[in-house]
């Protein structure tokens, strides 16, 4: 059976010998059913052993993989192999600083979204004795897709005003923010409130859209972001004429 | 090649340990792709932005008596005027297909107890409001009715 | 600025939205009419003369419509134009095109407001 070859365009990037990020080809056999991550741990297991990226579950759950494939920001691990031509270029996560060729810094991302308080939040906690929190199918469908985020940034790679506006707090933070607001355990909607017309604000989305169509989980940040503005909106003119309250 | 990102999008609040290379934008991105119609959608700020002007200057033509108004209506006769209003048409329906698409995924998954009908449902109801009322006040400003 | 530019979003993104929705939906005939068939020709010469546009607009539905269309499609211009600014431009210039954009749609529904009422 023939063999097909590929050229894999890489950007490599070390930090303590490079000024800025290069690109390196590396020209492999492929298999038919291989994911583009599978490309990578075959040029990192057989070719050079030096290459740096994050993976982890190889099935589209953990996050890690995200990198941009032929300039579309993909999870490598879900990423069909056979869809790609002769020559594949491979780059880190658009949008985020690189620390060392496919691998970002993300402790951006994580104090975004720790500021959304992605967490139930009650003014006083239900008693054990009290027994469990009760919620129909119906309240559960208001979020569920909202909760399906794994945390991959892909969105944040896609989004314009991510690129252009540092305070953002970006599609996948405000996208869990809000599943909290629409859960009917929580009652944290006035301090997430607070944060989403705070720096970072909800606002700056432009509604583009690319968040949802990179999403790997059909989670549809973008649906979240911009029924946060109308929640952040309420809030703003509630806040006209009620005075703030529930837990901060 | 790709454009640079702002260079502290994504920036931590304290460096890491180590040097980083600065983000940079989707090869595709301002112009290119999916990017295209994002900024196209946002090029249609200088249209509406002016067609509120000139609609400005109408009213205010309109209270200056039939002389100032005989003006303002000459005034759009000129090639460059219809032109200009034709490529603005094309923006306005462009705008309009554009956000009734998305307009219903942007709606609270409830009010209360009350849901919002299924997005084509919606997206229906849209188009037909603006075709209604469109055709209406078309037959308004044409002499039709009134 | 940044500050007071954060407190006027709700509303600014309020006036944008509606911009984008009723202002398209009126725009359109308008546009089609006032700016390409009436300049043509392609429509009874007295449908917009002087006393009927004058009727027409000075009723109190006709003036509601004529702020609508010389409003909100000020606020959804300003709104997207300086989100283009920040995108071409950069974010740091923002404090100065933002309240100079808003300024320039805030001004121009105050004139038109009162341009409506002097009809």
Same mark, same amino acid.
């Given at each position: ?23 390196? !080809? ?85 104090? &975004? ?10 003014? &006083?906690?239900?008693?054990? !004795? ?107 003119? &509630? ?10 | ?103 219903? &995924? ?41 | ?36 068939? !009436? ?81």
């Amino acid at each position: 059976m023939g063999e097909q070859k590929k050229t894999f365009v890489v950007t490599r990037f070390d930090p303590d010998r490079d000024d800025a990020p290069t690109t390196r !080809e590396y020209e492999i056999a492929v298999q038919p059913d291989w994911k583009t991550l599978d490309a990578l741990n075959f040029i990192k297991d057989h070719v050079d052993g030096t290459l740096a990226y994050r993976w982890s579950c190889r099935m589209a759950v953990c996050g890690s993989c995200g990198m941009m494939v032929n300039g579309e920001p993909r999870l490598t691990c879900k990423d069909v192999l056979s869809q790609y031509g002769d020559t594949v270029h491979i780059a880190p996560l658009a949008n985020f600083p690189v620390v060392r060729d496919l691998v970002i810094e993300f402790d951006g991302f994580m104090e &975004k979204f720790e500021r959304v308080k992605p967490w139930i939040l009650r003014a &006083k906690e239900k008693a054990v !004795e009290e027994g469990t929190h009760r919620q129909s199918p119906e309240q559960l469908a208001d979020f569920q897709h909202f909760s399906m985020c794994i945390n991959c940034m892909l969105c944040y790679a896609a989004c314009p005003v991510v690129s252009n506006e540092p305070a953002f707090l970006g599609p996948a933070a405000i996208a869990l923010g809000h599943r909290y607001n629409l859960d009917s355990r929580d009652e944290g909607n006035g301090a997430r409130n607070q944060v989403f017309r705070g720096d970072g604000t909800v606002f700056s989305c432009s509604y583009a859209n690319e968040c949802s169509e990179v999403c790997p989980k059909k989670v549809d940040p973008a649906a979240a972001v911009n029924q946060a503005k109308i929640g952040a909106l309420l809030d703003w003119a &509630k806040g006209l004429v009620l005075p703030r309250g529930g837990p901060e | 090649m790709s454009v640079p990102a702002h260079p502290q999008a994504m920036a931590p609040s304290r460096p890491g340990r180590t040097r980083t290379a600065p983000p940079q934008r989707p090869d595709q991105a301002p112009f290119g792709g999916r990017y295209r119609s994002h900024t196209l959608f946002g090029a249609t700020g200088f249209v509406y932005l002016l067609l509120g002007l000139l609609a400005l200057e109408a009213v205010w033509a309109l209270g200056g008596g039939s002389a100032s108004w005989s003006g303002f209506q000459a005034s759009l006769a000129s090639p460059f005027m219809i032109a200009i209003h034709a490529i603005s048409f094309v923006s306005v329906i462009f705008v309009g297909v554009r956000f009734f698409r998305l307009f219903p &995924k942007a709606q609270p998954p409830r009010l209360g107890p009350v849901r919002p009908p299924p997005a084509p449902v919606i997206i229906a109801a849209l188009y037909a409001v603006w075709i209604g009322a469109s055709v209406l006040f078309a037959a308004i400003l044409a002499g039709g009715i009134l | 600025m940044h500050r007071f530019l954060l407190r006027i979003e709700p509303i600014v993104w309020l006036l944008f939205g509606q911009g984008v929705l009723i202002g398209t939906i009126l725009l359109t005939s308008w546009v089609l009419v006032v700016g390409m068939l !009436e300049p043509l020709g392609l429509v009874p010469a007295d449908a917009l003369a002087y006393e009927r546009a004058l009727r027409l607009g000075a009723h109190p539905i006709g003036r509601l419509v004529l702020l609508a269309l010389i409003a909100l499609p000020l606020w959804k211009g300003a709104h997207h134009l300086r989100h283009l600014a920040i995108e071409f431009g950069g974010h740091a210039r923002d404090a100065v095109v933002a309240p100079v954009l808003y300024g320039l749609a805030a001004l121009g529904s105050l004139a038109g407001l009162f341009a409506i009422i002097r009809l």
